[in-house]
C-alpha cells in the first residue's frame, strides 16, 4: 500500500460512503462504491450529491497523490451532468478520472461515472493548486 492508499482509506467521507481506491496514477484515477438504499432519494435512485461526491474523490486523486508536501489543493468548480439514474441493485458505480490539463497552480479533470454498462454521469472538475 502507497501513502496515498493509505491517506484514502483514513479519510473519514471515503470511509463513510465506503469508497475504494482502484488504479491510479498522475494522469487517470478510479474510485468505486457499492450503493445502498440508505443512499437512495424519493425515486429510488441513488442522490445525486454522492454522485458528485464519488466523481469528485476520483478527480481528486489524478492529482493529490503528486503533490508535494508544501502543496495544497482545494476545488473551485465543477460541473456534473447526471445522464441516468444509478440504482443498488445494478451494483457498483465506477468513476473514472482523467487529468484534461494540469498547470502550476490549476488542474482540469474530466470524470464519467458507469454502473454496468449504464453511462449514469461526467462532469469537470477543477482545483487550485498553491504552496
Not at 12 to 22: A, E
Request: hydrophobic share 40%; proline share 4%.
Amino acid at each position: 500500500m502507497t501513502d496515498a492508499d493509505n491517506s484514502f482509506a483514513s479519510i473519514p467521507v471515503n470511509q463513510f460512503f465506503k469508497f475504494s481506491l482502484g488504479p491510479y496514477d498522475e494522469k487517470t484515477a478510479q474510485v468505486a462504491f457499492r450503493p445502498e438504499r440508505a443512499h437512495t432519494q424519493e425515486y429510488g435512485v441513488v442522490h445525486g450529491g454522492i454522485l458528485s461526491a464519488l466523481a469528485d474523490t476520483a478527480a481528486v486523486y489524478t492529482v493529490y497523490p503528486s503533490l508535494s508536501k508544501e502543496q495544497r489543493m482545494t476545488s473551485i468548480e465543477f460541473k456534473i451532468n447526471f445522464l441516468s439514474g444509478a440504482t443498488p441493485d445494478r451494483g457498483d458505480v465506477v468513476a473514472d478520472a482523467r487529468v484534461v490539463r494540469r498547470g502550476k497552480t490549476i488542474a482540469v479533470v474530466h470524470v464519467d461515472l458507469h454502473q454496468q454498462d449504464v453511462h449514469v454521469a461526467t462532469g469537470l472538475f477543477t482545483y487550485l493548486l498553491r504552496s
